[in-house]
């Protein structure tokens, strides 16, 4: 079963809007990164995000997680065209085996 | 990313065929993984492996096998092909543990009649 559950599903915004995307998982877990797929194309590293971190920026994103609530955030600021993508979270667990467990996604798609 | 390279990069093919996907790596990486991508599912770890003699099964290993012939390469094999195999397989690395950023190849987009 899938580990991190993205919200929502799919999203539509309009260009230069900032866009929001959840992720929620169940176990206790040491990392939790985001990955941008575009159509197509393979899955592209964006940002980690520690288990003792709160919050992390790299350019236009901010990622937020909250160990007590088991939830993240991606937060993409004035949204492009280019941004149109499906984003996924995964995670890392403390326990088990050292492998990451990825999300459904979300669909983002930015109107011009 | 064309550090990791994925062939062939779509196959069609009939029920009960034997199928060899295989993916090489320029990045140095130890660690390689298979995935499969269903729409809607996300992502699903089928096989990874740690070094060349370290193979470990993922959450649907069923009908598959894998092969670790050298550091670079990982190949992934569908003994006799069925039709709910028709997925978007991808190929990962990365380079030490679960801290570290996996890195994708564009995947090879497999139909199975």
């Known amino acids: 079963s899938q580990q991190g559950e993205e919200d929502p599903q799919a999203l539509s915004i309009q260009e230069g809007e900032n866009a929001t995307m959840n992720c929620s998982y169940k176990?206790?877990?040491?990392?939790l990164q985001w990955y941008r797929q575009n159509s197509g194309r393979g899955l592209v590293h964006l940002i980690l995000?520690?288990?003792?971190?709160r919050e992390k920026h790299s350019g236009r994103l901010r990622v937020t997680l909250d160990t007590s609530k088991k939830s993240s955030s991606l937060l993409i600021t004035a949204s492009r065209a280019a941004d149109t993508a499906s984003y996924f979270c995964?995670?890392?667990?403390?326990?088990?085996?050292?492998?990451?467990?990825f999300g459904q996604g979300t669909r983002l798609t930015i109107n011009p | 990313d064309a550090d990791v390279t994925q062939t062939p990069r779509n196959r069609i093919t009939k029920t009960g065929k034997r199928i060899m996907l295989e993916c090489s790596q320029t990045?140095?990486?130890?660690?390689m993984y298979w995935y499969r991508q269903d729409p809607g599912l996300g992502l699903r770890l089928i096989y990874y492996?740690?070094?060349?003699?370290?193979?470990n099964k993922g959450e649907i290993s069923d009908g598959y096998s894998v092969s670790r012939q050298a550091q670079a390469k990982f190949s992934l094999s569908l003994e006799s092909a069925i039709p709910n195999q028709t997925a978007l397989y991808f190929c990962?690395?990365?380079?030490?543990?679960?801290?570290?950023?996996?890195?994708f190849g564009d995947g090879t987009r497999l139909s199975i009649l």
């Open positions: 990962a690395t990365s380079l030490g543990g679960l801290s570290q950023p996996q890195h």
């Open positions: 990045k140095g990486h130890d660690r």
């Open positions: 176990t206790s877990i040491n990392n």
């Open positions: 995964a995670t890392g667990s403390v326990q088990g085996a050292q492998k990451l467990v």
């Open positions: 492996s740690f070094d060349v003699k370290d193979i």
């Open positions: 995000i520690r288990s003792n971190e």
